[in-house]
């Protein structure tokens, strides 16, 4: 795993916007895998300033997002579809028909799932997973649990991610209770990683992830065995790795 140290957020945010710019310079047409939350939000910024500026091109690649809240519609302030069109796909030249999100008000949620893992599949895999890590280790919203899940699936938010994700939200009983996530396989599958971190309070989980066993119970170690992994991480995330 190559770590990179930043400073603060925002030389993390240009950091890693370098390394996803690198990758649609080096091949256009590429399939980013692609994650909501905090951390992204400066790496995009940063996308879109290069992007306004003329220095980077979307308009062959294509996008999959790791999940999205169940039973929210696209146009919910909330959901995860809404945060990515107003913070990347609004304001790049992306076409709207090359992004994806599941669909949070899938009638059927087995044949969402089956959906989302054929579309991953029909897109030829992922170049490059972008990657944010819950506190508890979670990544997408693979929770920490008894086995790594392979496939897409709908999933029961920890009580910890309903902490975490409560500042979004009027309070902590509005945020949804589930939500379908890209499984452990396509990740584990994209032909590289590239994870953020920011922030002390991500300071232990980064350590257990990356220095601890590899086990469901710290999902993101599962990290450890891909062969192409870059994680940029500003100076107080990684406070506790040599
Ligand atoms: C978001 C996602 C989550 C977040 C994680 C960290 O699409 O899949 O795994 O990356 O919860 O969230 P932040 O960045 O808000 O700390």
Request: proline fraction near 5%; glycine fraction near 8%.
């Amino acid at each position: 795993m190559k770590i990179i140290r930043a400073t603060d957020y925002d030389d993390m945010s240009r950091k890693a916007a370098a390394v996803m710019a690198a990758q649609l310079t080096l091949k256009p047409n590429c399939v980013l895998g692609l994650a909501t939350g905090s951390s992204p939000v400066g790496l995009y910024r940063q996308l879109i300033e290069w992007h306004q500026k003329g220095e980077l091109d979307f308009s062959s690649a294509s996008s999959i997002n790791l999940d999205e809240y169940v039973g929210l519609s696209p146009d919910n302030s909330q959901s995860y579809r809404r945060f990515m069109n107003e913070n990347l796909f609004h304001h790049v030249n992306i076409k709207p028909e090359n992004t994806h999100v599941p669909n949070g008000l899938a009638a059927d949620p087995k044949a969402e799932c089956a959906r989302y893992d054929a579309l991953i599949r029909e897109a030829g895999g992922i170049d490059m997973q972008l990657l944010g890590m819950g506190n508890n280790g979670h990544i997408g919203f693979n929770e920490p649990g008894e086995a790594f899940v392979k496939d897409t699936h709908r999933v029961a938010l920890a009580q910890n991610t309903i902490e975490a994700n409560k500042r979004f939200f009027e309070s902590a009983d509005e945020v949804p209770r589930e939500a379908y996530t890209m499984g452990i396989g396509p990740i584990m599958l994209a032909r590289r990683v590239l994870v953020v971190v920011s922030g002390a309070q991500k300071a232990k989980i980064v350590r257990e992830a990356l220095c601890g066993p590899i086990t469901p119970a710290v999902p993101a170690s599962i990290l450890q065995l891909h062969p192409r992994v870059t994680l940029v991480g500003d100076a107080e995330a990684l406070r506790a790795i040599d």
